[in-house]
């Protein structure tokens, strides 16, 4: 009971003013298998809040359809994933589309390459999905960002072919009706980030930001990801927390990392970052608790509002 009892007196904590500021009108990333263990997302998540269903290789439309149906059931505007080397052709990305908008209501997309090391058939890149035409009538369109680049891309460690694809993405924000915005891979540490937003600014790319945030989760299963994620010189910041014995049984948590980018923003109101999304890595209940207990109004499950 008394675990409770904290809980609830942490959830009306005032927040930093900055911070919640910065977590308003956050996202969250499920997957259908995830999203089946939450009884209600209406008691976890803010009214509104964006959920963005990620499509990994074999699961399948059915399961993605379904789970957007779920969400949008319940209130929140969904976000699937449409990974470029996992669709056949502009059939099955048509008919993909169409259960989508048919079946969930859904008028968001996030175009990506993916992660399979070969693609499966016509499309190799985002930039091929966005030009085929089949999401010209979504009303939001987003792109992966890699803050600390990303060598399946760029294998000679440099950003040279992820800062060109960047530029063609922000161009097409300007022939496309679509709001668009670039998601981010996660990361550690904060000021590599702001580093890379102003780059952004100076190279002419113009798509607001939406950083992304690792949600709590025990140090090993971060790590895990991190690696497997291929995120770059901020995964030191987990490194050197594993050397520390006090803290390598704690689980980590955001909150300094988002402390940091939520100053600089406050700051410097031109800041390029817009939003917040997390990749909740030890569970979405887990970063649903962590944004309700540190996010001030920003946190508030639609249920409790």
Not at 163 to 181: G, H, I, N, V
Not at 237 to 248: E, G, P
Not at 257 to 265: D, Q
Request: proline share 6%.
């Amino acid at each position: 009971m008394a675990l409770f009892n904290f809980r609830r007196e942490a959830a009306t904590t005032p927040a930093p003013a900055a911070i919640e500021a910065f977590l308003k009108g956050y996202s969250i990333e499920v997957m259908p298998r995830t999203a089946e263990k939450v009884e209600s997302f209406r008691d976890i998540l803010p009214a509104g809040t964006r959920v963005y269903i990620a499509h990994i290789d074999g699961t399948p439309i059915e399961d993605m359809v379904a789970t957007a149906k779920r969400l949008n059931a319940e209130g929140y505007p969904v976000m699937p994933h449409f990974p470029a080397r996992i669709i056949k052709d502009k059939s099955t990305l048509l008919d993909w589309v169409a259960r989508y908008q048919g079946e969930a209501n859904v008028k968001q997309g996030l175009i990506l390459a993916g992660n399979p090391a070969a693609q499966v058939g016509d499309y190799g890149t985002s930039m091929q999905l966005l030009e085929s035409g089949a999401f010209d009538g979504f009303d939001r369109l987003h792109v992966a960002g890699h803050p600390e680049g990303n060598k399946d891309i760029d294998p000679d460690g440099s950003d040279r072919m992820v800062m060109e694809a960047a530029r063609w993405k922000s161009a097409f924000a300007e022939r496309t009706d679509a709001k668009m915005a670039m998601a981010t891979q996660f990361c550690f540490e904060a000021q590599p980030v702001i580093d890379w937003v102003n780059r952004l600014k100076a190279e002419g790319v113009t798509l607001p930001v939406h950083i992304g945030v690792a949600g709590p989760a025990k140090l090993q299963t971060l790590i895990k990801f991190a690696i497997a994620c291929g995120v770059g010189p901020s995964l030191r910041v987990l490194q050197k927390r594993a050397m520390d014995v006090t803290k390598l049984l704690l689980p980590y948590e955001p909150t300094e990392f988002i402390a940091e980018l939520a100053a600089h923003k406050a700051a410097h109101s031109d800041f390029g970052i817009e939003a917040v999304h997390f990749f909740p890595l030890g569970g979405i209940k887990t970063n649903a608790t962590w944004a309700t207990e540190n996010g001030g109004a920003s946190g508030v499950p639609a249920s409790q509002a």
